[in-house]
């Protein structure tokens, strides 16, 4: 799981039921640690690794997010089971970094027989980013339960600037101590942090935890020492034992060895502790839990409310929306058609998903339309009475508020959202970036117009249209579209051009000569229809037309002229 360990931790008891408790984010993942800082068992690539953790927590999707959601309502569902006032107060990840410090460049806390690790600037800078992206979806999934269940799920935040001048990577007189940060001042534990007294509770050495540990899984054997071995094999500690594949045969083998062994527990616990906050670092964290506690507790204390049943009405919309480069929306007739697929086998089953306290499917897979619709409820409850109404009621919501009513998005894409009804949350998530950045598109292209004959009886002028020169610019300027194979293209009435660019509908023209005023392009993308007359530039769509490239009127000339028709058109085919 991405956010490491927790803590969950009973504030107040009244009688034998919970009133309130807090959920401790803390540490790092040990994958990431192990990549990017120590390389002592098999790790991947650390730059991959933060790249992965960013993608999980900024994908549309959402799985994460609603992952988060379900372990957390079973916390709130099990102890409102036993005070329907119980209340929950998460706490985010601390940044264990200074950043900015350039005395930890050339800082590695790798072993000497593994490639350095170096602390660089920019991996610190990225670590502490990775940081603020989970708080902040903690933050979200905090909000939404406390909206979506009535009230009671608080996220505290406000500590951070208590562990300035406390972090790894501090400025420090002699930079040596980067080396090994392990006095009081430094408030996060390193592996050389001492956890009692190593060599009276295992025997072992006072060594490095990697060289105690070392010393149990690669024993001196057939004359060499643990040091002799592992230069034997280069530092590949893997060909030696099999407990140091990765991170988990190296988490299981420790564990085993505490099983087996007491004198060995000391081992699993300094693994697992590595990079969590000491005692001094916690008590910044647990005064503004306590603080929070004090503000919004003081209802559910007293028995007189607060923290809300599962059974509280409650209703808040929330949409998602295309700012900070989501492109990723829907087409609402394909929506509406899956939402109603969706509730017809939610309202079937009409329990949650096996070992889940969700109902999510996705739908599309693959496609371009692809979405994952959910729906989210306290287990043990029966909401089967009207659901699969209740369920399109509730998701259409979603789709008809969101994105509605806008003059910018006229083919009314959807970018998706939650609603809470009562003690359900509904989701709709779209999955698959469009390949464009929404806003005004603009388009250009050149029409070459030519005619032969005259119109008199017994004859008939008769119009030739070529397209060429097209340019499709999505909202931030980027082309999405150009010119075919076979351009100039042969076009016009009765032979329209459908262009397939990156947009999720082909902009079809038929150039016509006949008219008023005369010589226009008749444009189509879905349902939106419009005339390249249209040059009023306060509304959408408009053009902006230039002239003809001769001097000659065609409406006397009897030869055939060369005539480019130039457009420039922002046009409503982005949301």
């Known amino acids: ?60 999707a959402k799985v994460f997010e609603l992952k988060l959601i379900d372990t957390i309502s079973k916390i709130l569902i099990r102890a409102r089971t036993a005070n329907a006032e119980f209340q929950l107060y998460i706490t985010g990840y601390i940044q264990f970094w200074n950043d900015q410090n350039p005395q930890c460049n050339t800082v590695s806390w790798a072993p000497s027989y593994k490639a350095a690790a170096y602390q660089t600037i920019a991996l610190r800078s990225d670590m502490n980013s990775l940081v603020d992206a989970l708080n902040a979806l903690l933050s979200t999934v905090a909000n939404a339960l406390n909206t979506g269940l009535g009230g009671g799920v608080y996220y505290v935040d406000g500590f951070q600037q208590a562990y300035d001048t406390h972090r790894f990577c501090e400025v420090e007189a002699d930079p040596s101590y980067h080396t090994s940060p392990i006095d009081a001042r430094t408030w996060f534990i390193h592996y050389d942090s001492p956890y009692e007294n190593p060599s009276s509770v295992t025997g072992l050495s006072t060594g490095s935890f990697f060289d105690q540990v070392n010393s149990v899984l690669i024993p001196p054997k057939n004359g060499q020492s643990t040091a002799d071995q592992i230069k034997a094999v280069d530092g590949d500690l893997a060909k030696i034992n099999p407990a140091y594949n990765d991170v988990d045969s190296m988490t299981a083998a420790l564990t085993k060895l505490a099983q087996d062994d007491v004198k060995y527990q000391v081992l699993p616990i300094t693994w697992i502790r590595v990079m969590h906050p000491k005692g001094s670092g916690y008590k910044p964290l647990s005064d503004a839990v306590i603080d929070a506690v004090l503000k919004y507790g003081a209802a559910a204390a007293s028995g007189s409310g607060g923290g809300g049943s599962p059974g509280t009405q409650s209703a808040g919309l929330k949409c998602t929306t295309g700012a900070n480069g989501n492109n990723k929306f829907l087409a609402r007739d394909d ?241």
């Open 1 to 60: 799981m991405l956010v490491g360990s927790s803590l969950a931790i009973p504030l107040e008891t009244r009688d034998t039921d919970p009133v309130a408790s807090a959920i401790a984010a803390a540490g790092v993942p040990k994958y990431i640690v192990n990549a990017c800082l120590y390389h002592w068992v098999g790790y991947g690539d650390c730059t991959q690794l933060l790249k992965d953790a960013h993608a999980a927590l900024d994908d549309p």
């Open 335 to 575: 929506l509406n058609n899956q939402i109603g697929t969706f509730c017809g086998v939610a309202a079937q089953q009409g329990v949650q998903d096996h070992n889940s306290g969700s109902i999510v499917r996705t739908y599309n897979q693959g496609q371009r339309y692809q979405v994952t619709l959910s729906m989210d409820w306290p287990s043990g409850q029966d909401i089967t009475q009207n659901m699969k109404q209740n369920c399109i009621d509730g998701m259409t919501l979603i789709m008809d508020s969101c994105d509605g009513n806008d003059p910018k998005n006229p083919l009314d894409w959807k970018h998706g959202g939650t609603n809470g009804v009562g003690n359900i949350l509904y989701h709709v998530v779209p999955s698959t970036d469009q390949g464009y950045t929404p806003g005004n598109c603009t388009f250009h292209l050149q029409e070459d117009e030519s005619w032969s004959g005259v119109n008199s009886p017994g004859f008939e002028r008769h119009w030739d249209f070529h397209l060429e020169k097209l340019t499709l610019d999505d909202g931030a300027g980027a082309t999405i579209g150009t010119s075919p194979p076979g351009s100039p293209i042969d076009a016009g009435a009765g032979n329209s051009f459908s262009w397939n660019t990156k947009l999720p509908n082909p902009l079809v023209m038929a150039p016509e000569a006949q008219g008023n005023p005369a010589d226009y392009i008749q444009f189509t993308i879905g349902t939106e229809s419009w005339q390249s007359s249209q040059n009023d530039d306060t509304k959408m769509p408009f053009c902006n037309v230039g002239g003809f490239n001769s001097d000659y009127s065609p409406d006397v000339s009897l030869s055939s002229l060369h005539l480019p028709l130039e457009l420039g058109l922002p046009a409503i085919i982005a949301p």
